[in-house]
């Protein structure tokens, strides 16, 4: 059952009928060259049918690890950087309690979770070192390419930390490693050490692998129900793939956002007046500035949670200059049913409030912001989602993944590369190697 629909009536004002059909011919064209293999980046489409192409074995083996983790660690470390984090720690924010990680180990029921080698902080890496002096751990490091520095820094940290406590053999029985099937030096050391290997697949880029073991092995520590992420997903990568933007909603957003930047709309904001959608912003962030930020193209993507950004970025995106767009993530059931309650003396004269869910009070703010934002001059797209669940979180992420590369193919870049990502690592390892020769 489809769990996400679009609302477009909030584009009407700055986007005609006529330019929709005008720009009809060139994502029909993505379309195809995304169906018959001919675009640019044709060799990284293995996301398109991931859901379908994940086999029983792998989901066992993901399930045994996951439950052999839950057993033998109170910390579980998930060490990776980009696409290799972004996409797990979004979903387990979303199905987690907001305050997971403070919880004891019997109301979480599962070990607490937490990310590294995403950075190069020294007082991240001491900090963390610290905190799990005296606990049980295991780790997943996960790196597509085996090479990346962060990571890498942080997995030879945390590898000697766990071999002095568990021994060699211990701590090989606590790392589980996501990697490529052949190539990098991850894959050569997981091999000489015995560690448990999942793959991820040569033809999925790291931003398009969250529904390979990159995702889904911490998410099944999380206790999180990957399976139905991956039937909603496989759902959506049916009802996304027709011909038309009429009749599919993954192909008119795309359109919508190219008709916009050709208007001046330089920025779209994914927003959510939910606060467990942060890092699923930052994972669209990621998905769209990597796949569209080339050749000095594309939509600067960027992210607000409302409200509380509203008191910082509001008076901006009210009243700023107007080259943004927005997109916002609304989730119709709400299951939080806590309620203000009615005060006695009403001191703080809320009371015009009393008895109503906090939920209805924010679907208050967000309909009154998306009027106030739509009338200060901001195209405003509404994705709903009938309930925050497994399937039409799965639903989500395919449509973000599909509206992505239909895109980039109309802007007219390769969605599938990142050559602009090499700049930053060539600088910092001519100087690193610099300081090595001193
Ligand atoms: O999308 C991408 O390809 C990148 O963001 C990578 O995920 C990121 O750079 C990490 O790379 P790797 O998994 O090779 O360590």
Same mark, same amino acid.
């Given at each position: 059952?489809?769990?996400?629909?679009?609302?477009?009536?909030?584009?009407?004002?700055?986007?005609?009928?006529?330019?929709?059909?005008?720009?009809?011919?060139?994502?029909?064209?993505?379309?195809?060259?995304?169906?018959?293999?001919?675009?640019?980046?044709?060799?990284?489409?293995?996301?398109?049918?991931?859901?379908?192409?994940?086999?029983?074995?792998?989901?066992?083996?993901?399930?045994?690890?996951?439950?052999?983790?839950?057993?033998?660690?109170?910390?579980?470390?998930?060490?990776?950087?980009?696409?290799?984090?972004?996409?797990?720690?979004?979903?387990?924010?979303?199905?987690?309690?907001?305050?997971?990680?403070?919880?004891?180990?019997?109301?979480?029921?599962?070990?607490?979770?937490?990310?590294?080698?995403?950075?190069?902080?020294?007082?991240?890496?001491?900090?963390?070192?610290?905190?799990?002096?005296?606990?049980?751990?295991?780790?997943?490091?996960?790196?597509? #390419?085996?090479?990346?520095?962060?990571?890498?820094?942080?997995?030879?940290?945390?590898?000697?930390?766990?071999?002095?406590?568990?021994?060699?053999?211990?701590?090989?029985?606590?790392?589980?490693?996501?990697?490529?099937?052949?190539?990098?030096?991850?894959?050569?050391?997981?091999?000489?050490?015995?560690?448990?290997?999942?793959?991820?697949?040569?033809?999925?880029?790291?931003?398009?692998?969250?529904?390979?073991?990159?995702?889904?092995?911490?998410?099944?520590?999380?206790?999180?129900?990957?399976?139905?992420?991956?039937?909603?997903?496989?759902?959506?990568?049916?009802?996304?793939?027709?011909?038309?933007?009429?009749?599919?909603?993954?192909?008119?957003?795309?359109?919508?956002?190219?008709?916009?930047?050709?208007?001046?709309?330089?920025?779209?904001?994914?927003?959510?007046?939910?606060?467990?959608?942060?890092?699923?912003?930052?994972?669209?962030?990621?998905?769209?500035?990597?796949?569209?930020?080339?050749?000095?193209?594309?939509?600067?993507?960027?992210?607000?949670?409302?409200?509380?950004?509203?008191?910082?970025?509001?008076?901006?995106?009210?009243?700023?200059?107007?080259?943004?767009?927005?997109?916002?993530?609304?989730?119709?059931?709400?299951?939080?049913?806590?309620?203000?309650?009615? #005060?006695?003396?009403?001191?703080?004269?809320?009371?015009?409030?009393?008895?109503?869910?906090?939920?209805?009070?924010?679907?208050?703010?967000?309909?009154?912001?998306?009027?106030?934002?739509?009338?200060?001059?901001?195209?405003?797209?509404?994705?709903?989602?009938?309930?925050?669940? $497994?399937?039409?979180?799965?639903?989500?992420?395919?449509?973000?993944?599909?509206?992505?590369?239909?895109?980039?193919?109309?802007?007219?870049?390769?969605?599938?590369?990142?050559?602009?990502?090499?700049?930053?690592?060539?600088?910092?390892?001519?100087?690193?190697?610099?300081?090595? $020769?001193?």
């Amino acid at each position: 059952m489809q769990g996400i629909s679009l609302d477009f009536s909030g584009m009407k004002p700055f986007v005609k009928e006529d330019e929709l059909e005008l720009i009809q011919e060139k994502v029909l064209a993505a379309h195809d060259m995304l169906n018959n293999k001919t675009g640019l980046g044709r060799n990284m489409l293995g996301w398109m049918d991931l859901p379908n192409r994940i086999s029983e074995e792998e989901i066992k083996q993901i399930k045994d690890a996951a439950s052999k983790i839950q057993k033998q660690a109170d910390v579980f470390i998930v060490i990776g950087i980009g696409g290799s984090y972004l996409g797990a720690k979004a979903i387990i924010d979303l199905f987690d309690s907001t305050f997971s990680n403070m919880q004891t180990l019997s109301d979480r029921k599962h070990p607490e979770i937490i990310f590294a080698g995403n950075n190069l902080s020294g007082k991240y890496l001491r900090n963390l070192i610290e905190y799990i002096q005296e606990k049980d751990v295991a780790i997943n490091v996960i790196s597509k #390419s085996g090479t990346t520095l962060e990571p890498a820094i942080a997995f030879r940290i945390l590898r000697l930390f766990l071999e002095e406590k568990y021994g060699i053999s211990g701590a090989a029985e606590r790392i589980y490693v996501t990697t490529d099937a052949q190539s990098g030096v991850l894959k050569s050391i997981a091999d000489t050490q015995d560690y448990k290997t999942f793959v991820i697949p040569k033809d999925v880029g790291g931003r398009y692998s969250v529904l390979t073991p990159v995702g889904l092995l911490p998410m099944a520590v999380a206790n999180i129900d990957f399976e139905d992420i991956l039937d909603g997903a496989m759902f959506a990568s049916h009802v996304f793939n027709e011909r038309s933007i009429e009749h599919n909603d993954c192909y008119k957003y795309a359109a919508y956002r190219n008709i916009l930047n050709m208007k001046g709309k330089e920025i779209e904001l994914l927003t959510s007046y939910e606060p467990s959608f942060k890092y699923f912003i930052e994972w669209f962030k990621q998905l769209f500035g990597e796949s569209e930020g080339k050749d000095s193209k594309g939509i600067f993507p960027a992210g607000d949670i409302f409200t509380t950004d509203l008191h910082s970025m509001g008076q901006w995106i009210q009243d700023g200059k107007r080259n943004i767009f927005e997109t916002v993530i609304n989730i119709n059931l709400n299951r939080s049913f806590i309620k203000l309650p009615k #005060s006695v003396d009403n001191q703080d004269g809320l009371n015009y409030l009393a008895e109503k869910e906090i939920d209805y009070i924010n679907k208050q703010a967000f309909l009154g912001t998306l009027k106030a934002h739509i009338e200060g001059g901001v195209p405003t797209t509404v994705i709903n989602i009938d309930d925050l669940n $497994e399937y039409n979180v799965g639903q989500l992420i395919f449509f973000f993944e599909k509206a992505c590369a239909i895109s980039g193919y109309v802007l007219g870049v390769n969605p599938f590369d990142q050559p602009g990502v090499e700049a930053y690592k060539k600088n910092m390892m001519a100087l690193l190697k610099k300081d090595e $020769e001193n």
